[in-house]
């Protein structure tokens, strides 16, 4: 089996100050990891993922996320986010080996002037 | 990136009667299409995996009655809310995945009055 656990259900901050979004799973086997990104009543966007290679992973729109074995970590940072970064984050795994998806609880991010 | 399309992104329907909503794969051909329900401020719940040409596989506690999910062709996935009851009101999301990756559609708000 496996699980997700986005540590943090609500992150407030203001505008232009950094953000970082908790993640860690557990899984039996090697897994494919991602975040991705719900506006209100939308479907969810890929923001960024992680399948091999270099564990930092970045995204178009200012976005990292650090994939840490050791730690089974996968946290997602923002260095300066803005007020359009208000949004639900949500962190999923796949299994390599059948890839069925697992999504955590979400973290809703909300940015203040 | 694969693009899925739902619709319709909104219905309103009266209690005790069918809602259908619609998923397609525009760009590539899905066997596998999955549907979710998401409650307000909470993750996304797997319902059901639609396969193409075969009876849909429910995740427990999902009543397949209820729900009705035809998969007809390689582009198109169908979940049916049958007797629609004010509970049933939820946002529903379908996605389908190519390889390891999955791609959602925009949701679907249903309200039953």
């Known amino acids: 089996a496996q699980s997700v656990t986005q540590l943090d259900s609500q992150v407030p901050v203001f505008e232009e100050a950094p953000v970082e979004l908790r993640c860690n799973y557990s899984?039996?086997?090697?897994?494919?990891l991602f975040w991705y990104v719900q506006y209100p009543n939308q479907g969810l966007q890929l923001l960024l993922k992680?399948?091999?290679?270099?564990?930092l992973v970045e995204s178009i729109n200012g976005f990292e996320a650090e994939f840490n074995k050791s730690q089974t970590s996968f946290h997602l940072r923002k260095p300066s986010v803005h007020i359009s970064d208000t949004a639900e984050y949500f962190c999923?795994?796949?299994?390599?080996?059948?890839?069925?998806?697992?999504f955590g609880a979400g973290t809703t991010v909300t940015v203040r002037a | 990136g694969a693009v899925v399309s739902q619709h319709p992104s909104r219905v309103i329907c009266k209690s005790g009667t069918s809602v259908k909503i619609e998923c397609r794969s525009l760009?590539?051909?899905?066997?596998?299409m999955f549907w979710y329900r998401q409650f307000p401020k909470q993750s996304l719940m797997l319902m059901a995996t639609?396969?193409?040409?075969?009876?849909?596989?429910?995740e427990q506690g999902v009543e397949k009655d209820k729900f009705l999910i035809n998969h007809a062709s390689l582009t198109l996935s169908t979940l049916t809310v049958t007797s629609a009851h004010p509970e049933d009101s939820s946002f529903y999301i379908c996605?389908?995945?190519?390889?390891?990756?999955?791609?959602f559609g925009q949701g679907t708000r249903l309200t039953v009055v």
């Open positions: 899984s039996s086997v090697s897994v494919y």
């Open positions: 760009d590539f051909q899905a066997t596998t």
């Open positions: 639609s396969n193409e040409g075969s009876k849909a596989t429910y």
């Open positions: 996605s389908a995945r190519v390889s390891y990756e999955a791609f």
């Open positions: 999923a795994v796949t299994r390599s080996n059948d890839y069925k998806l697992s």
């Open positions: 992680y399948l091999s290679g270099s564990t």
